[in-house]
């Protein structure tokens, strides 16, 4: 069975919630059927790439010989797909960009030994736009482009986070989720600072309620950091 090219391109700001999104989408994975190789940090150059995945199919890694199509193409034919996901893919040189078109460029297009994954920040979307890389830019078959939460989704987010920590009482009045929502832009990860920092003050002050006040200060705290 043909498989076309597939290459996957996730940005987002900072906080956006890049990496929970997609370990989310990674355990509803049939794991039989996939291969997972998780590369966290892209400066490892172009050898660094295919070390890892030489290595995580199984292989040995020859210096100056080692390229990752045969494992990659012998798991295919038992019928396990390889996915290389790629955290910080806007740290990624033309070289290595170049070098993962490679590695989803095989037999005249038709096949594709692996599919590929990026994920980094806007600035890898425009790098990825630029003429010299048009053919990686073809390869992209999803795209996507992370928002922040909006308001609704911000209050429903820390109603969620209370609910796990085991707490049904109101901690946060509408007040300070909209402080909140706004002081962070709507981005997960400076929510989740400013609540937290916001708890803390309200534990401080002995008050049962994370009040305004509590809130400005936590804001202050965050920002100042």
Not at 31 to 51: D, E
Not at 147 to 171: I, K, W
């Amino acid at each position: 069975m043909h498989r076309r090219t597939r290459v996957g391109l996730i940005t987002g700001e900072v906080g956006a919630g890049k990496t929970v999104a997609v370990r989310a989408s990674l355990a509803q994975l049939d794991h039989p059927r996939h291969k997972v190789i998780y590369l966290a940090n892209p400066a490892v150059g172009v050898a660094g790439i295919h070390h890892a995945i030489v290595t995580s199919l199984g292989g040995v890694p020859r210096p100056h010989k080692s390229t990752p199509i045969p494992q990659a193409t012998e798991n295919n034919e038992r019928g396990r797909v390889p996915i290389l996901i790629i955290e910080e893919a806007h740290l990624l040189d033309h070289e290595q960009l170049e070098a993962i078109r490679m590695l989803t460029n095989d037999e005249m297009d038709s096949n594709s030994p692996l599919a590929c994954l990026l994920i980094g920040q806007p600035t890898l979307r425009h790098k990825i736009k630029l003429g010299v890389l048009a053919a990686l830019d073809q390869r992209i078959q999803v795209r996507y482009s992370m928002p922040s939460m909006n308001g609704e989704e911000t209050a429903s987010y820390l109603v969620h986070h209370r609910a796990l920590a085991g707490r049904t009482d109101t901690l946060f009045t509408d007040d300070v989720i909209t402080l909140t929502h706004d002081t962070a832009r709507g981005y997960p990860r400076a929510v989740n600072n400013r609540a937290v920092h916001a708890l803390l003050s309200a534990y401080a002050e002995r008050n049962p309620i994370v009040d305004e006040t509590s809130t400005r200060a936590a804001v202050a705290e965050v920002t100042a950091e």
